[in-house]
C-alpha cells in the first residue's frame, strides 16, 4: 500500500492536537492554542458579509497577487504605522494567513542546502517549512527568565552558508518584543553575511505598556533584505479567515510570489475585501484593542502568581511562559497533562518550540495563552489557585 513520503514522515501530530483532545475530554478551559474565544469587531465581520453579498466579482478568484484594495490598505498601514515605502502593485503578496506567507517565502527566497537561523523557541511550523524546502534549521536559544540572545551564540550561527533568518517580534511563546539595539545587532550581522530576513510579525499590534514593535525592515539598509509577514487573525480577532500577507521588496517579492502561485494562487477573495476595510480603521481601534489585552494580560499574571508559578510579565502577544518548578516535579509534558486533567486548565509544554539540543531550557515552562473572555480567565485564576495549595 503506497503510504506517507519520507518527507512529512517525521513531522508526527501537532502538541496542539494532543492537548485539545486531552482538554476536551476533561472539559478543561482551553488556554492551549491562540484561539480567541470572542468574535472579532461587528463591524468588520458586517463588511465580509456585504463582500460575500456585493455581485459575483468577490465570489470569484482573486488576483494571485491579493485584491487590489488590500493591497492597497497593506502598503498604506505600512506607511501609517511605520513609515515603510511599500509598493502595492509589486511589493505586496496576501496569502491563505501568516502560515502560508511564511511557507511561500521559504519555498520562494530559500535553496536546498542554505542554513536558516531560527531563535527559539519558534513557531511551530518554520522547521517542517524548512525541512520541506530541503534547507537546514541552525538554532538560537532566547535564554530563560529574561528570554534574551547570547550576541555570541547568535554571531556563531551566522557563516557563508547562511540565506536568511526567520525573526518573529512581538514573540510567540515567550511574548518578547525585540528592542530596537537587539534588531540593530541582528540586521548588522545580517548585512556583514548577506542574510535574507522573513521577519513575522503576526503580533504587531499586539503591544503593551512602553513596548516599541519595531519591523527590522524599517533599519537602515534593512527594507531591500527583509520580507514581512503579518496576518488579520490576530489584529482583529478572526483566526478562522486565514487572510495573511508579505511585504518587501519587489525583488525578494516575486520570488515569495512564485512558489505563492502554485500553493494556493489567491487567498479567499470577501476576506481580502473585509481585510482592506479592517486594516484602514482608524488609530483608536488598534489603541482600544491593546487596553482590552493589556487587562486581560494583568488577569492572566495574577492568576499565575496566585497559582505559584513565576512568569516574566509578557511586553506584546497574547502568550505568556512561566515557571512551574516550584510547584510541580516533572518535565513540562507531563505538567501540561497534569494541569490539563487534574487541575481543569490547559496549557501548552513548549519543548516542542526547541531543537533536541535545547529543549532542556524550557523543561519547567508552560505556555498559556491569554486571548480569551475575562470570565473565562477569572475561572482559570480560580482553577489555577489549587496548584498552590
Ligand atoms: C508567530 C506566528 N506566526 C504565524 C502564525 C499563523 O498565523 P495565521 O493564522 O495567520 O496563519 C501564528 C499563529 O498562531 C503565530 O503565532
Given at each position: 500500500?503506497?503510504?506517507?513520503?519520507?518527507?512529512?514522515?517525521?513531522?508526527?501530530t501537532?502538541?496542539?492536537?494532543?492537548?485539545?483532545?486531552?482538554?476536551?475530554?476533561?472539559?478543561?478551559?482551553?488556554?492551549?492554542?491562540?484561539?480567541?474565544?470572542?468574535?472579532?469587531?461587528?463591524?468588520?465581520?458586517?463588511?465580509?458579509?456585504?463582500?460575500?453579498?456585493?455581485?459575483?466579482?468577490?465570489?470569484?478568484?482573486?488576483?494571485?497577487?491579493?485584491?487590489?484594495p488590500?493591497?492597497?490598505?497593506?502598503?498604506a498601514?505600512?506607511?501609517?504605522?511605520?513609515?515603510?515605502?511599500?509598493?502595492?502593485?509589486?511589493?505586496?503578496?496576501?496569502?491563505?494567513?501568516?502560515?502560508?506567507?511564511?511557507?511561500?517565502?521559504?519555498?520562494?527566497?530559500?535553496?536546498?542546502?542554505?542554513?536558516?537561523?531560527?531563535?527559539?523557541?519558534?513557531?511551530d511550523?518554520?522547521?517542517?517549512?524548512?525541512?520541506?524546502?530541503?534547507?537546514?534549521?541552525?538554532?538560537v536559544?532566547?535564554?530563560?527568565?529574561?528570554?534574551?540572545l547570547?550576541?555570541?551564540?547568535?554571531?556563531a550561527?551566522?557563516?557563508?552558508?547562511?540565506?536568511?533568518?526567520?525573526?518573529?517580534?512581538?514573540?510567540?511563546?515567550?511574548?518578547?518584543?525585540?528592542?530596537?539595539?537587539?534588531?540593530?545587532?541582528i540586521?548588522?550581522?545580517?548585512?556583514?553575511?548577506?542574510?535574507?530576513?522573513?521577519?513575522?510579525?503576526?503580533?504587531?499590534?499586539?503591544?503593551?505598556?512602553?513596548a516599541?514593535?519595531?519591523?527590522?525592515?524599517?533599519?537602515?539598509?534593512?527594507?531591500?533584505r527583509?520580507?514581512?509577514?503579518?496576518?488579520?487573525?490576530?489584529?482583529?480577532?478572526?483566526?478562522?479567515?486565514?487572510?495573511?500577507?508579505?511585504y518587501?521588496?519587489?525583488?525578494?517579492?516575486?520570488?515569495?510570489?512564485?512558489?505563492?502561485?502554485f500553493i494556493?494562487?489567491?487567498?479567499?477573495?470577501?476576506?481580502?475585501?473585509?481585510?482592506?476595510?479592517?486594516?484602514?480603521?482608524?488609530?483608536?481601534?488598534?489603541e482600544?484593542f491593546?487596553?482590552?489585552?493589556?487587562?486581560?494580560?494583568?488577569?492572566?499574571?495574577?492568576?499565575?502568581?496566585?497559582?505559584?508559578?513565576?512568569?516574566?510579565?509578557?511586553?506584546?502577544?497574547?502568550?505568556?511562559?512561566?515557571?512551574?518548578?516550584?510547584?510541580?516535579?516533572?518535565?513540562?509534558?507531563?505538567?501540561?497533562?497534569?494541569?490539563?486533567?487534574?487541575?481543569g486548565?490547559?496549557c501548552?509544554?513548549?519543548?516542542?518550540?526547541?531543537?533536541?539540543?535545547?529543549?532542556?531550557?524550557?523543561?519547567?515552562?508552560?505556555?498559556?495563552?491569554?486571548c480569551?473572555?475575562?470570565?473565562m480567565?477569572q475561572?482559570?485564576?480560580?482553577?489555577?489557585?489549587?496548584?498552590?495549595?
Open positions: 500500500m503506497p503510504t506517507m513520503s519520507n518527507r512529512v514522515a517525521p513531522f508526527g501537532t502538541i496542539f492536537t494532543e492537548i485539545n483532545q486531552l482538554a476536551l475530554q476533561h472539559n478543561a478551559i482551553n488556554l492551549g492554542q491562540g484561539r480567541p474565544d470572542f468574535d472579532g469587531p461587528a463591524d468588520v465581520i458586517e463588511a465580509a458579509m456585504k463582500a460575500l453579498q456585493n455581485g459575483a466579482v468577490n465570489n470569484q478568484y482573486a488576483p494571485g497577487l491579493g485584491a487590489v488590500l493591497r492597497q490598505a497593506i502598503a498601514h505600512a506607511q501609517r504605522f511605520y513609515n515603510l515605502p511599500v509598493d502595492p502593485n509589486a511589493g505586496v503578496v496576501v496569502t491563505a494567513g501568516a502560515t502560508e506567507a511564511v511557507f511561500s517565502s521559504v519555498m520562494g527566497l530559500i535553496d536546498r542546502g542554505d542554513e536558516v537561523i531560527l531563535i527559539e523557541p519558534y513557531f511550523s518554520y522547521v517542517p517549512n524548512l525541512v520541506m524546502a530541503g534547507a537546514t534549521p541552525i538554532y536559544p532566547l535564554h530563560p527568565p529574561t528570554w534574551t547570547d550576541p555570541d551564540e547568535l554571531k550561527a551566522f557563516n557563508s552558508k547562511t540565506r536568511a533568518i526567520i525573526l518573529n517580534t512581538p514573540q510567540n511563546p515567550t511574548g518578547r518584543v525585540f528592542t530596537r539595539e537587539e534588531l540593530t545587532f540586521a548588522d550581522l545580517c548585512k556583514e553575511h548577506d542574510v535574507t530576513v522573513i521577519s513575522d510579525e503576526v503580533y504587531e499590534h499586539l503591544i503593551f505598556d512602553s516599541q514593535h519595531i519591523p527590522i525592515a524599517s533599519l537602515p539598509d534593512m527594507f531591500e527583509t520580507v514581512t509577514v503579518s496576518s488579520l487573525g490576530k489584529t482583529f480577532s478572526v483566526t478562522g479567515w486565514k487572510i495573511g500577507w508579505v518587501g521588496a519587489p525583488e525578494l517579492i516575486k520570488g515569495v510570489n512564485q512558489a505563492h502561485q494556493t494562487f489567491a487567498a479567499n477573495h470577501p476576506g481580502q475585501i473585509a481585510a482592506a476595510y479592517a486594516l484602514s480603521l482608524p488609530g483608536t481601534y488598534f482600544e491593546q487596553t482590552m489585552y493589556a487587562a486581560k494580560r494583568d488577569l492572566m499574571m495574577s492568576a499565575l502568581k496566585g497559582a505559584g508559578l513565576k512568569a516574566r510579565t509578557p511586553e506584546g502577544t497574547y502568550f505568556v511562559m512561566a515557571d512551574f518548578s516550584d510547584v510541580f516535579d516533572g518535565d513540562d509534558l507531563e505538567f501540561a497533562r497534569y494541569l490539563t486533567s487534574e487541575v486548565v490547559a501548552i509544554p513548549p519543548t516542542f518550540f526547541y531543537s533536541t539540543e535545547h529543549a532542556h531550557m524550557a523543561s519547567t515552562q508552560a505556555r498559556f495563552a491569554f480569551k473572555s475575562d470570565g480567565l475561572q482559570a485564576a480560580e482553577r489555577l489557585a489549587t496548584l498552590a495549595r
